[in-house]
């Protein structure tokens, strides 16, 4: 799932990673690209279509300027204490 200001480029660019992942043995994954109007907040755009698709895992990117401290920011501490399934972060 991608979050961009227009939908088409958020498709586009979930599209491209769906394709990575296909190349590396997932072919399953499925492509969510989402304009910023239509996205709640950050934990509520990961959670919700997680939940009503029924993922079995969610791969989060993780980046920031201070250390283990800004990857368990307050989306990344609200998905894991609600995701419905196995939390993947890559920092």
């Not at 980046?63 to 890559?90: K, Q």
């Amino acid at each position: 799932m991608t979050v961009a200001d227009e939908s088409g480029a958020a498709m586009e660019t979930a599209g491209r990673a769906c394709e990575l992942l296909a190349r590396h043995g997932t072919p399953h994954a499925r492509a969510i690209g989402l304009g910023d109007r239509e996205a709640g907040t950050p934990a509520e755009t990961i959670l919700g279509p997680a939940k009503s698709l029924n993922v079995e895992v969610i791969v989060m990117g993780a980046y920031g300027h201070h250390g283990i401290r800004e990857i368990f920011g307050s989306t990344t501490r609200e998905v894991l204490n609600a995701s419905p399934t196995v939390l993947f972060l890559h920092h």
